[in-house]
């Protein structure tokens, strides 16, 4: 009975995730292998995208979600929020000079991300909002280059292409290097929340359990 209940307990089978482009690449993908070494007879199957699929009717077990939850029968548990910087490389810097002002980014070439229709963040393509001491500043903003990529914006920046807003994730390393500066450190950016999604009746399969307690503690709120 004891040997029973063990192999109950005991996480294995295969575990569908699914999470958005960014924050699987650059923070679950390498992450997960931690997790593999706790859980060695869990198979993960991972789909990276920006959609949102439907967890039941695509069979995933738990999701990574950006943005507002609809209200639905899933379990949101919070995560920390998926932040943004505004930088450029030393050579665009030395080349056009350092914005310090919101209004000064209208002289600057700033390279926008292409959000899809319907997205909360579509009008971020052509107005930047930064909150300072006066207040949130809206401000046009125009360059050489609008793109669905954020890997795509992230090497045009680092070969001096313009001025752009990236998440953490993707542009810590460089920032840490000194391949790309960190602007205007003074005003902050829009910001998104995220969850991790699962449903509940799900949960109670060690192979879930599991690997919800191990999402919360990598990037759950403390």
């Known amino acids: 009975e004891r040997l029973a209940e063990q192999a109950l307990d005991e996480p294995s089978g295969t575990l569908r995730i699914t999470a958005p482009l960014t924050f699987g690449s650059e923070k679950l993908a390498p992450a997960l292998s931690e997790f593999a070494l706790l859980c060695p007879r869990v198979k993960l199957d991972v789909v990276l995208t920006n959609r949102r699929p ?25 995560l920390l929020a998926y932040t943004l910087t505004m930088c450029a490389s030393p050579a665009y810097l030395t080349r056009r000079g350092v914005p310090h002002l919101p209004q000064d980014l209208q002289h600057h070439d700033c390279l926008s991300f292409a959000y ?10 052509k107005r930047w909002r930064l909150t300072g001491p006066e207040g949130e500043i809206a401000v046009a903003v ?14 045009a920046a680092r070969t001096g292409m313009g001025i752009v807003m990236l998440p953490d994730a ?41 690997f919800v307690d191990f999402a919360l503690r990598k990037w759950g709120k403390q």
């Open 170 to 210: 993707l542009v810590e390393q460089d920032l840490k290097d000194g391949k790309l500066v960190a602007l205007m450190p003074d005003y902050q950016l829009p910001s998104r929340p995220m969850h991790l999604m699962y449903a509940q009746d799900r949960y109670r399969l060690p192979k879930l359990r599991n």
């Open 54 to 78: 439907d967890l039941l009717e695509n069979g995933f077990d738990v999701a990574f979600r950006l943005g507002f939850t609809e209200q639905s029968n899933l379990i949101a548990r919070p």
């Open 142 to 155: 125009n360059g050489p280059m609008l793109i669905n990529s954020s890997a795509g914006l992230h090497q």
């Open 116 to 125: 899809p229709a319907g997205d909360d963040w579509h009008s971020v393509e």
